[in-house]
């Protein structure tokens, strides 16, 4: 099996204060993709370049302080892709590429960090020209290679995904135009929400954010802003999922997909 977690840090320093290397070395993933690093290479080096005997790969904010992805593996890739050619994005951080290719197959696993749009209008408005962006960037990956991208979306897709879906439809997250991006990436481009493909109609379990106002960890009032999106072939090879709730690392809680190895 290939064992692949993705969870937001929400800084690296405070999540591997509360445990989360000793939780790896008991899980063994594979890969484990990262997001909300908020830390620059010189931070990284000779501290978090390893976490639990996997070796990490980043795309740093160059805001100090912000954003930032990484992938941690125990397979060394054939290829490393920062970024995505955004000419506003990728100064912020948001996306990095491991390329597994072989002279059969060309595959990839993306650990990416979706613009929030929670602070006001402007924010939105730039997380809507991502999601354009994205989109764009995605099908034409698509195009050419087989893929699995990890990451916090930002984007609760349908009401099962959130607890208080009808006091958030006019906000960030849960926008209507965000749903529909959503809709369109899965529909349209093919792409498959590997937790739904398993999970098609869990609710409170699947939540994988809380905020930290209200006690809404202690009344599990979340949402589903986590995701595998993969393409048709990787999907199918999901086996199990699984949200680890124990320890808490960070305001969001670690998923794990278990694909069978080809």
């Not at 000419?87 to 060309?106: K, Q, S």
């Not at 995605?138 to 990890?150: G, I, N, Q």
């Amino acid at each position: 099996m290939f064992k692949l977690t993705s969870l937001n840090l929400n800084g690296i320093r405070s999540a591997t204060s509360k445990g989360l290397e000793a939780w790896l070395a008991a899980q063994s993933p594979d890969c484990i993709c990262v997001q909300e690093v908020k830390a620059q290479a010189e931070d990284v080096t000779g501290r978090f370049d390893h976490l639990a005997g996997l070796k990490g790969h980043f795309h740093f904010a160059q805001k100090k302080g912000y954003s930032g992805v990484g992938i941690y593996t125990r397979h060394e890739p054939s290829a490393v892709q920062v970024g995505y050619g955004s000419a506003e994005f990728d100064a912020e951080g948001r996306y990095v590429e491991l390329r597994f290719d072989t002279p059969r197959r060309r595959m990839s696993v993306i650990s990416a960090y979706f613009p929030s749009g929670s602070s006001g209008e402007e924010r939105q408005q730039a997380k809507f020209r991502f999601l354009d962006e994205f989109y764009r960037h995605l099908t034409a990956l698509k195009s050419t290679r087989e893929f699995v991208l990890c990451g916090d979306v930002n984007i609760a897709h349908r009401e099962i995904d959130l607890k208080n879906w009808k006091g958030n439809r006019n906000n960030s997250g849960f926008l209507p135009e965000e749903r529909a991006w959503m809709t369109r990436l899965l529909s349209e481009a093919g792409l498959v929400d590997v937790y739904r493909q398993l999970q098609p109609a869990t609710t409170d379990d699947a939540y994988t954010w809380w905020s930290n106002r209200g006690q809404a960890y202690a009344k599990n009032v979340g949402w589903r802003l986590d995701y595998h999106l993969a393409t048709p072939a990787v999907a199918a090879f999901a086996r199990t999922e699984s949200i680890y709730k124990g320890e808490r690392f960070s305001d969001h809680a670690p998923i794990t997909i278990e694909y069978a190895a080809r």
